[in-house]
């Protein structure tokens, strides 16, 4: 069965949503047991009725595209994968893995193709994190691995030189390094004013740091000991692929040919642009990468044409702001 056809697993999501807002998450079970007849008092019959009658519009969307798949197959992008994600307003398609810069490019492809193929259907599609101030953010998870030239996979260890999370140490670096300059990162994976919803959302990481198979983190490793990748969970919709692909990469090499170690304490995702913006400016690697004519008319750009028209209204009510924003956007 389709995960997406799976109301059981879209139920388990929202128990699951409802712990993280727990403070304290509960972990252990007498902490389960008290928490979940919590949940229950919150309106679980409201939450199952809705997934009740969504079905009809789940059956029509995998319809929908499975026959958009079978298109993009033909355009050289493999699918793996489409279900909803975090409910019925947003879906999650999972892109085959590749090399270099055609990930950017097949990333660009599908966006432009899917946006084409749903206006013939007579549909709109929008990337934007949020709706209303009720909605579970959107965001775009991008996958990593790192490989020898021999083709083995050289984010795992040597022997018994094995590092913390089963990692070697080209991984381990490479991953320090993305917490180390990932402050910088975020101008490119969340780049507009609105992407910041997302980011305080309890869905979405707080802090740059990583662990094995955990959602809350920013970087989460996956996969298995023998073939190990790791998610970057950071990134809005509307970030440029090709910048988050480029600046990952810049941060990671910069993380090996340093040696670098995880930072102590964590550093936390910043709050909003102007101060990702800055901190972009500051991170002399990353602006180093990237070409300092690139950062310096990105960081222009969003200042003058994309912070200042939208804050020049004064303040305003987050209901008022979000109106704002989508018709900006």
Not at 26 to 34: D, E, G, I, V
Not at 198 to 206: A, F, G
Not at 284 to 290: D, L, N, S, T
Request: hydrophobic fraction near 35%; include cysteine.
């Amino acid at each position: 069965m389709s995960p997406d056809l799976n109301l059981i697993e879209h139920y388990l999501d929202h128990i699951q949503r409802e712990l993280n807002r727990f403070q304290p998450r509960p972990t252990k079970a007498l902490q389960l047991q008290r928490a979940i007849p919590q949940i229950g008092a919150n309106g679980n019959m409201v939450i199952i009725h809705r997934l009740l009658r969504s079905m009809a519009n789940r059956c029509q969307a995998i319809e929908l595209f499975l026959e958009f798949m079978d298109n993009m197959k033909n355009m050289g992008v493999l699918i793996k994968s489409v279900q909803t994600d975090s409910g019925p307003l947003g879906f999650e398609m999972t892109c085959a893995p590749c090399d270099g810069i055609l990930t950017g490019d097949n990333t660009s492809r599908l966006r432009n193709a899917l946006e084409v193929y749903l206006k013939t259907k007579g549909y709109e599609i929008s990337y934007l994190s949020i709706f209303s101030p009720n909605t579970v953010p959107l965001v775009q998870h991008y996958n990593f691995s790192l490989w020898n030239s021999d083709g083995t996979n050289a984010m795992v260890p040597i022997e018994s030189a094995q590092g913390p999370n089963g990692l070697s140490d080209m991984g381990r670096h490479f991953l320090n390094g993305l917490c180390h300059h990932g402050p910088a990162l975020t101008a490119f994976a969340l780049p507009t004013l609105h992407c910041y919803r997302s980011s305080v959302s309890k869905v979405c990481p707080s802090y740059f740091d990583y662990g094995c198979n955990d959602r809350s983190k920013c970087f989460r490793l996956k996969g298995n000991e023998d073939n190990p990748l790791f998610e970057f969970r950071q990134p809005s919709p509307q970030a440029n692929p090709y910048l988050v692909f480029a600046s990952v990469v810049a941060a990671g090499i910069d993380g090996i040919n340093r040696k670098l170690e995880m930072p102590d304490p964590a550093l936390p995702v910043p709050g909003d642009l102007p101060s990702a913006l800055s901190a972009l400016k500051k991170d002399h690697v990353v602006m180093e990468a990237m070409g300092e004519e690139l950062v310096n008319a990105f960081v222009y750009t969003k200042t003058t044409h994309e912070i200042e028209p939208l804050m020049a209204g004064g303040t305003a009510s987050d209901e008022e702001m979000l109106k704002r924003e989508m018709a900006f956007y």
